[in-house]
């Protein structure tokens, strides 16, 4: 399966660079499979090196920023992020990083709703973003309150930036990080976006399980317009 030739750990992916047959009894592309560097709390310096690589980013060993985007990394795992689905999302991280860009929009505030109209259940959002000093604000209904503020999203956003018509919710999943904490449990939501072309997968981490996914569609959104 994609994980025979998957590499975890940083000794792993180090001796990997420097001896393929170290770890690899065979090349992937000989039976159709491909090689996979994987992100996690074992990752090191080689790990970010060529999953960076393999991202589109020119970086080496010697990158100066290199240390800084481990430790970032590092940090957000240890708050409960995972790149492992969500590689959208470590490329954005990289690129802030290396980069030092804004955003191409910031959320300055949302509000979501449900309210109950009769037999039916009713979801509203309302989300205003800013891009380039001008502020958006739009209202959205949905059939969930994660829907709302998708929809609500990414109208507002579409009015400066129009490719992003064809960016859709493909996958939608949620995991309770501290399950012990009952209700006040912390939670990852990792969402999958399609524009009909290619995938990607982006992840949010928060007390609160609708911050936590509007973090995953921003990031969403944000890499759509970063392959541009």
């Known amino acids: 399966g994609e994980a025979a030739f998957a590499h975890k750990g940083g ?13 690899e009894h065979i090349d992937p592309a000989s039976i159709g499979n491909v090689r996979r560097v994987l992100m996690s709390d074992l990752a090191g310096r080689s790990n970010i090196v060529m999953k960076a690589q393999e991202l589109g980013f020119k970086i ?25 689905a969500a590689e959208a999302s470590l490329a954005l991280v990289i690129r802030k990083i290396l980069r030092h860009r804004e955003p191409p929009f910031k959320i300055e505030g949302y509000h979501v709703s449900i309210r109950r109209d009769r037999a ?21 209904e949905g059939d969930g309150p994660v829907n709302a503020l998708d929809q609500a999203l990414r109208s507002a956003l579409v009015k400066f930036y129009p490719q992003l018509k064809t960016v859709r919710l493909a996958d939608y999943k949620v ?25 990607w997968g982006t992840v949010g981490v928060h007390d609160n399980i609708i911050e936590a996914s509007l973090q995953a569609l921003a990031d969403s959104l944000e890499y759509r317009l970063m392959k541009k």
């Open 175 to 199: 995991r309770i990080l501290n399950s012990g904490a009952g209700t006040e449990a912390r939670t990852r939501v990792l969402i999958e976006s399609t524009d009909g072309k290619d995938d």
């Open 120 to 140: 039916m259940t009713v979801c509203q959002a309302s989300v205003k973003v800013k891009v380039d000093g001008v502020v958006e604000h739009t209202i959205a």
């Open 60 to 84: 080496t060993s010697e990158t100066p920023e290199l240390k800084e985007i481990l430790a970032r990394i590092k940090q957000l795992e240890h708050e409960g992020y995972e790149f492992e």
């Open 11 to 23: 000794m792993h992916v180090n001796a990997v660079q420097k001896v393929v047959r170290s770890y």
